[in-house]
């Protein structure tokens, strides 16, 4: 037997709302021990946002799972009415779990989602593609991001209880019948520099403690991750000015130099107004995309100063760069940004109509 504990049953459908708005889709989330039938014992109501109030769509229910012993869990499905060009609809867009016991701790959760189609693969429920959520308990009973986890957040809400929520949700709620949960012992994964990372790059840095990372620096992250040579649609790396024309001598506030900080240097820029793909080297950076075994890497950026330098340090490991200037996100003054030529050991301030190379990077 795997030791992972899966969790797999009919669906259970939920009863539609007393509201008179009438909801297109409903969700079902059942779990079944290999080898045995779990009991639905109780249940809960979820909600749909709608505007600024709710309205009861569903029902949540209590099952157990190898780590929690005979303690059920209470798993609830979230749908969220997403706004589209000529309407809208509603979408499976995560779940609360809560009654989450201490034994869980360093545990993965993993969660899938069904349509009833008998044998049907799973679908995809967040960024476009990906098929599978994962949340990490840690030791100290705080939820994470697991495995995969670009496009999802996931929110502590005490030391037995996290929502998972898809920043960008797919799966409509009428065509998700069933929802799946594993549980698994926390495996760490780690990377020396020079191994493929999870993005399919190269990992050029390895930090020695955990470092703040994110749009937000809301994330503790271990390692940078480069782009492969021939990541710009199979052509070597181009070169862009650091800032469309408009904004060549505005100053960007708030962009620093240190590792982990190039995402949120690159929305900076990025908000500013500098949104062209063509010309702005922080917006194509940023519009790179790549999916690897079903997971959609799309958290990607122009590195900051001090990345840049590292990224440098390790050009051979990485491969495929040019021996001239290459962009960082780290902004000198108002007319200037920091670059670094690959063929120099120091970086350089220099001119942001200037159109040097760019290669991408993430922190993770």
Known sequence: MSNLDFYNDDPVDFKRPKSKKRISGVLALIAALIGGTLYIQTTLAANISLNSGSVEFGQGITQTVACSGSQSLTITPLSTFVNASGGGSYKFSGITVDNIPTSCQDTDFTFSAYNNVAASAAQAIFNTSSTR???????TNAFEVGTGGSGLSVATNSASSFTLTFTAPV?????VNKVTVESAAHTAITYN???TGPGGGKIFYVADTSFSCGPTLNLSCNYLEAAPPLWNAGGA?????WAQSTYFTTSVGGTETGIGLGFQNTRAIILQGNTDT?????????AYTVTVSDVVYDDWYLPSKNELNNLRDKRVTVGGFANYYYWSSSQYNASNAWSHNFSQVSPTAVGKNGPFYIRPIRAF
């Open 133 to 139: 959520a994962v949340v990490y308990m840690t030791s």
């Open 171 to 175: 799966a409509p709620s009428s065509a």
């Open 193 to 195: 520099v020079g191994d």
């Open 237 to 241: 790396d181009p070169g862009l000015t």
């Open 278 to 286: 063509a010309t702005s080297a922080a917006a194509l950076a940023d």
